[in-house]
C-alpha cells in the first residue's frame, strides 16, 4: 500500500505565497514522476507542474516564472512553492505520483500511479 499526503493549502490574498508539500509513503521501491495537479471548481484537473526522479522539471504556462517545484534527495517528498498568487489559481491541488515496486528475483517492477486528496488553496483578490 502507498500513499500520498499534501498540506499546505490554505487562504490566502493575490499577490501572496503558499507552500505546499507532498509526502510519499508505503512499500516501495523509487517513485518516478512527482507532481502537483489542481482543479478549479467547474473545471477539469491540469498539470501545475511535473518533476521526473532525474530532476528534470516540466510547468504549465500558468505557472512558469512564478511557481516552483522541488524534490528532496530521497525522492519521497515534493514541494510546490507558489508565489505571486492569482485569484485564478485557486483550486483543489493534488499531488500524484508514480510508484515502482520489483516484484520477483528476475527484477520484474510494477508501476501504479496514485493521487493525494487535496488541498485547498484558496486566492482573494
Known amino acids: 500500500q502507498v500513499q500520498l499526503v499534501e498540506s499546505g493549502g490554505g487562504l490566502v490574498q493575490s499577490g501572496g505565497s503558499l507552500t505546499l508539500s507532498c509526502v510519499a509513503s508505503?512499500?516501495?521501491?523509487?517513485?518516478?514522476?512527482m507532481g502537483w495537479y489542481r482543479q478549479a471548481p467547474g473545471k477539469e484537473r491540469e498539470l501545475v507542474a511535473l518533476?521526473?526522479?532525474?530532476?528534470?522539471?516540466n510547468y504549465a504556462d500558468s505557472a512558469k516564472g512564478r511557481f516552483t517545484i522541488s524534490r528532496d534527495n530521497a525522492g519521497n517528498t515534493v514541494w510546490l512553492q507558489m508565489n505571486s498568487l492569482k485569484p485564478d489559481d485557486t483550486a483543489i491541488y493534488y499531488c500524484?505520483?508514480?510508484?515502482?515496486?520489483?516484484?520477483?528475483?528476475?527484477?520484474?517492477?510494477?508501476?501504479?500511479?496514485?493521487w493525494g486528496k487535496g488541498t485547498l488553496v484558496t486566492v482573494s483578490s
Open positions: 500524484n505520483a508514480e510508484f515502482q515496486k520489483v516484484v520477483n528475483v528476475e527484477g520484474a517492477t510494477v508501476r501504479r500511479n496514485v
Open positions: 508505503g512499500n516501495f521501491d523509487r517513485i518516478n514522476n
Open positions: 518533476t521526473t526522479s532525474g530532476g528534470n522539471t
